[in-house]
């Protein structure tokens, strides 16, 4: 019996297994797009005393458009930052947390607001780390009236939750993002229950005096003092009957339906822009998933195809001279070598082509709804208050009259204020 051995040489063969490796690279990219667990945020179980429910004032929050790359739309397109639809969101998250804040119960008046407001329980301030349809970042700030800090800055992150991109239902029933907004508001629940009865009140009362003292230095002189730890004290309290305290609740009242008013334009802005918004996150989420899938597949066959057109071209000769099967064998091995690995090389750039069609795709989507972004205006009490970049030089032109109607109600005249009453042990 003979046996016939065939040789097949080793070269050919660890070519063979890098032309394997570059298509099997073409289909390797595989993401976990399973929905995320649900965060909710926690609900209040019993009816908080008035004395102690604190109101909570969201700012506008900062668009995140790096100053150094601020005017270059290509440098801003790569790190998917488009600069109208984050100004935009600057007014849109601050109400999603508005919303998740006001269904916790946990809380007063909750409202979006101009920077320039500030006497409120509770201040918060936030910055956009990172906003597309595959994940949001923001970095939070709280404080309460005394100067008192909750959250330091605090950056909260997620993935979208996918579930929220299956239909159109969903996406109204569900922020993509939800979790984010319920893990704030839950830090902010931790960090008021953190502090006792008495601090909460104290609270309450120092926003009280502090808009007195904005709005009448020299007459609510004195009530207010910093502690060692920079914080905001009571000193003492105005007498219950101090008719000075009663014009000014009157006026704050007033102030108080101006920011309602500016509060009901900012969730009407977002009303308006939901449906468009949310369709935006979910196309441009599955515009990015494809650039991302594209490149992780353009590299894989670039580098492979690469590497496997080298080794064709240097894949040294392992036959007898006299053994031309073998040389037939060899040639044709490392001829489809090159040929496959330049069809990988090509298919990477094809890929690479097609990832730069799908970012060109998220761009055109936010141009598309950055047309539909426009200013608007309301009208407060016979005033026409521009919502926009101006929004801010508009509230403190109210403040100001505030500090007129004040002095037209007292008609000029600098009143003493009475002996105030010592502040109680629990205020």
Known sequence: MTTIQFRIPRAPLALCGLLAASLLASGCVVKDTRPLPKVGAVQATQQIPDNELLDVAIHEFEPGIPKEIAGDEDALAKRR??????????????????????????????????QSVQF????????????SGTDLALAITA????????????????PADIGSYKTEAALKARDPFQNVYSLIANDLVAARNRLPPADLREVRRVTELRFAQDLAPEAFAGYLQKDAQGLTRLARLPADDDPLLARVAKIRERDASVIDTVDGYNGNFTD????????????????????????SQARARTVLGAAAVLASILVSGNCPPNDFNCQRLESAARTAGAISGTAAVLSGIK????????????????????????????????????????AEEQYREWRRLLG?????????ISVAPPAPAVVPANP
Do not use: C, H
């Open 143 to 158: 404080r309460d009236s005394t100067g008192r800090v909750w959250l330091d800055d605090k950056v909260y992150k997620s």
């Open 272 to 295: 308006r822009l939901r449906d468009s918004y949310g369709g935006w996150r979910r196309t441009s989420y599955d515009a990015i998933e494809k650039e991302d899938r594209t490149r």
């Open 351 to 390: 890929k690479f082509s097609d990832a730069k069609v799908a970012a060109q795709e998220v761009n055109e989507l936010a141009t598309s709804f950055q047309n539909e972004v426009a200013p608007q205006v309301v009208e407060l009490e016979g005033r026409t208050l521009r919502l926009t970049g101006t």
């Open 81 to 114: 930052i488009y600069p109208d639809v984050r100004k935009a969101e600057a007014r849109m998250l601050p109400a999603t947390l508005r919303s998740t804040l006001e269904s916790s119960g946990q809380w007063g008046a909750v409202r979006v607001v101009p």
């Open 404 to 412: 007129e109607i004040y002095r037209e109600e007292s008609g000029g």
């Open 120 to 131: 409120v329980d509770v201040v918060v301030t936030g910055r956009i780390v990172i906003s």
